[in-house]
């Protein structure tokens, strides 16, 4: 009995596989390392290959058959907002094809256990309260797109194939478990500040007169052990799952906003170095807030984040410069 995860090779995915495997769990992982590193796995097997390749249903299906793969959770996607932005159809082709072939392999081969990377995207511009899985889904670009219509395909084959699934929606993931499996992109503001930090840069503001409690924008900063940890929450709950298929959906974020300046004021500590930001306009469309309600996944799965913003930060402070000294 193993678990399959695709996109195992990337930032999150290789969190749930070093977890996994430090609890005894077998693991095989599926990815094309178009994005992912190899040495984050390991001595966990890894199956290299496109999940939108015209037979990657059929690899699937060998891989699952020749580890007794029970469960699959799939991270593997393209991620990037502009660039989804630019190449709508990248997305839809990978985000939405790799995702039917896993669910097309997973019928084929019997397995009815599925743990899906959704985002907290999916909700486009919600208003100010805490955001609840019952707020209207209304993605305002092509990447929250993808990731929508992937809840749609795994609900919908819930009734055809008697699929169980568990859709997380993640908010905003920033740290790191270990100083190896840190964030290798620049591309949210964690990483884009510890960036700049690094290279002396003042860390930039877009706004500073929201409505929130110092003018700067809030959003829901969750760990990325955390967040791990929710996926071995939900593939714990699909394996002692009773009654018909179904497919359920849950916010993962710590219920609590942070703010830009309190991020930075974070880095600062981490860092040593405090660098006074540069303010920039407010990108348009840009929210005051964005919170999640995280009481349905601590609710029924007992789920609920531990780690505070400093953990966060300081972690994805020391894994960026771990790299820095081991790539120099
Ligand atoms: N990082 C975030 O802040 C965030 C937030 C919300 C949702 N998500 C979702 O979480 C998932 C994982 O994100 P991440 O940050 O770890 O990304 P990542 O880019 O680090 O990892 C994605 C992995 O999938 C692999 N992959 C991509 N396309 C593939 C394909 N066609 N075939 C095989 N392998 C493929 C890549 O090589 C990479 O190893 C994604 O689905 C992403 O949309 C991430």
Redesign the pocket.
């Known amino acids: 009995m193993s678990v399959l995860i695709?996109?195992?090779?990337?930032?999150?995915?290789?969190h749930v596989v070093r977890l996994l495997r430090d609890r005894g769990d077998d693991v095989v992982v599926?990815?094309?390392?178009?994005?992912?590193?190899a040495t984050r796995l390991g001595d966990t097997p890894l199956v290299e290959?496109?999940?939108?390749?015209v037979d990657?249903v059929d690899r699937l299906r060998e891989v699952v058959e020749r580890h007794a793969v029970t469960s699959i959770i799939?991270?593997?996607?393209?991620?990037q907002v502009g660039e989804s932005v630019a190449h709508p159809e990248w997305y839809f082709r990978?985000?939405i094809?790799?995702l039917a072939n896993v669910v097309e392999a997973s019928a084929a081969a019997g397995v009815t256990r599925l743990v899906y990377?959704?985002?907290?995207?999916v909700y486009g511009l919600p208003g100010g309260a805490a955001v609840t899985e019952d707020d209207a889904t209304v993605p305002i670009n092509p990447?929250g797109e993808s990731?929508l219509v992937g809840e749609w395909l795994v609900r919908d084959a819930a009734n055809a194939h008697g699929l169980r699934s568990v859709s997380l929606?993640?908010?905003?993931?920033?740290g790191a478990g270990w100083n190896d499996l840190g964030?290798?992109?620049v591309?949210?503001l964690v990483t884009i500040a510890i960036d700049r930090t690094a290279r002396g840069l003042a860390p930039v503001v877009f706004g500073d007169s929201f409505d929130t409690p110092d003018g700067t924008g809030v959003r829901d900063y969750v760990h990325v052990m955390d967040l791990a940890e929710a996926h071995l929450a939900a593939l714990d709950a699909l394996a002692t799952a009773e009654g018909p298929a179904d497919a359920v959906v849950y916010n993962v974020g710590t219920g609590r906003g942070a703010s830009v300046r309190e991020v930075l004021a974070g880095l600062a500590a981490a860092s040593g170095t405090d660098l006074e930001p540069i303010i920039d306009p407010p990108r348009p469309g840009d929210p005051p807030s964005v919170v999640a309600d995280a009481s349905r996944i601590a609710a029924e799965l007992g789920w609920r984040s531990t780690r505070t913003l400093d953990d966060m930060v300081d972690s994805a402070w020391r894994a960026h410069e771990w790299r820095a000294r081991t790539s120099a």
């Open positions: 695709t996109g195992g090779a990337g930032y999150i995915g290789a599926v990815d094309d390392l178009s994005g992912g590193d290959f496109d999940l939108v390749a990657a799939h991270f593997a996607a393209r991620k990978d985000n094809g790799s990377s959704s985002s907290a995207a990447y990731k929606r993640y908010f905003n993931v920033a964030d290798p992109n591309q949210n």
